[in-house]
């Protein structure tokens, strides 16, 4: 279970912002990433962060690590 399902949530939404997707495609693209897991694995960095910062850092894990589920 997330233990900062708040901050998940506020991510979520950051992202879905930047990239003007949709919630069903801004969830699709978090679990084909494991982009929850990053989340809950960098929280104590994360949270210190703005927006921007946070979605460049979602980018940057994406762009840098494979695929977690097809």
């Known amino acids: 279970m997330l233990e900062h399902l708040d901050f998940v949530i506020y ?3 950051e992202y879905r912002w930047a990239h003007k997707l949709t ?3 801004v969830l ?4 084909k990433y494991g982009l929850y897991e ?3 694995a960098s929280y104590d ?3 210190t962060y703005g927006g921007d910062s946070i ?3 979602l980018d940057d894990y994406i762009v ?3 695929v ?3």
Do not use: D, M, S
Not at 28 to 31: A, D, E, G, H, L
């Open 68 to 70: 977690a589920v097809k």
């Open 28 to 31: 699709t693209v978090f679990r």
């Open 45 to 47: 960095a994360l949270h």
């Open 64 to 66: 840098n690590h494979p």
């Open 11 to 13: 991510c979520i939404e």
């Open 23 to 25: 919630g069903r495609q």
């Open 55 to 57: 979605v460049w850092n």
């Open 38 to 40: 990053f989340i809950e």
